[in-house]
């Protein structure tokens, strides 16, 4: 009997996500984006009072509580859109490498590379956001998600292009299996940058605009309180009620009415008045936490014939 040879097959390269996930698990990368998007959402509502939220001492719970607002609307947008430029991309990919199709498939990657190129290097402006970029692009723009998304959205296109441009060329021969791979994970690097810039820039915009929204409804989701205090305390605004009790209440013989608390930490509380004040708008009081005030909170009553 002849000899049977016996070949080992060479066992696969593991890709760089492959290699990334001994690193980094999927779950723990997945909270650490949770955690980014929820601080800046809290970041940039309390900024909009004038407090910074690392003065609150908010734990990680109450960061990941924050991303779900500020993470739904474009997640869904995105994984739709996704899901669309995926199909669209296998059937252009699948349709232009027939071989009846040579010179169409020519002519598409020469101008899916020219056209993905220049958006590309549209990325430094959009991202750097240089005083001219501002002064010709942006300020024509709507605010909102039309300045802070639609340039981005440009650069994510021409990652695409030069994406189905590099995988033409590949699926004509014209390039090894190594710079394609690199190439591949350049454009995905790329894309991944764009998605985590434009989300986070809709969660600073969600916080900004969620705290604008609850000024304007005067702070009615925000529990009612009386201030008590040992001394006298000038009021934040105009529209704050204080009154000296007297003696018989004493150690607090001083009460303010037409505070809300906006947060509190361990050493202080952030009262805001109920309603704005002409001359200065939503004024933030920040007082210690300590034996020289009282804070009672207000109930609201939903009984019978409420309105």
């Known amino acids: 009997m002849g000899r049977q040879q016996v070949t080992e097959e060479k066992p696969r390269s593991k890709s760089f996500v492959e290699k990334a996930a001994y690193v980094v698990t ?11 998007f ?4 809290w970041n940039a509502y309390y900024t909009y009072f004038g407090i910074r939220v690392n ?6 719970q109450d960061y990941l509580l924050g991303s779900p607002q500020a993470l739904f609307l474009p997640v869904w947008i995105l994984l ?23 010179q169409l498939r020519t002519l598409v990657c020469r101008s899916a590379a020219a056209v993905g190129v220049v958006l590309l290097l549209l990325g430094f402006p959009v991202f750097l956001e240089p005083p001219w970029w501002s002064d010709l692009v942006l300020s024509r723009l709507s605010s909102g998600w039309p300045r802070d998304l639609v340039p981005t959205l440009f650069v994510a296109i021409g990652a695409v292009l030069m994406m189905l441009a590099l995988r033409l060329y590949h699926r004509s021969g014209g390039q090894g299996e190594g710079p394609w791979r690199l190439a591949e994970g350049f454009m995905i690097a790329v894309l991944a940058m764009v998605l985590f810039f434009d989300v986070a820039r809709y969660a600073r915009g969600v916080g900004e605009s969620s705290a604008a929204a609850e000024a304007q409804r005067h702070f009615s989701d925000l529990p009612a309180v009386l201030l008590h205090t040992r001394e006298p305390v000038e009021p934040a605004s105009a529209t704050i009620r204080c009154v000296d009790e007297g003696k018989q209440h004493q150690p607090f013989r001083y009460r303010c009415e037409g505070y809300r608390v906006l947060a509190h930490s361990k050493t202080h509380y952030y009262l805001i008045p109920t309603y704005q004040d002409q001359q200065w708008g939503d004024v933030t ?23």
């Open 55 to 60: 003065q609150l001492d908010y734990s990680i």
């Open 80 to 102: 739709t859109l996704g899901v669309l430029v995926f199909f669209v991309f296998r059937w252009a990919e699948r349709e232009l490498a027939r071989p009846r199709h040579t």
């Open 26 to 36: 999927p779950g723990a990368a997945v909270l650490g984006l949770l955690y980014y």
């Open 38 to 41: 929820g601080a800046t959402y």
């Open 285 to 307: 009081m920040i007082l210690m936490d300590d034996a020289s005030i009282r804070v009672q909170v207000r109930g609201e009553y939903r009984g019978m014939g409420a309105s």
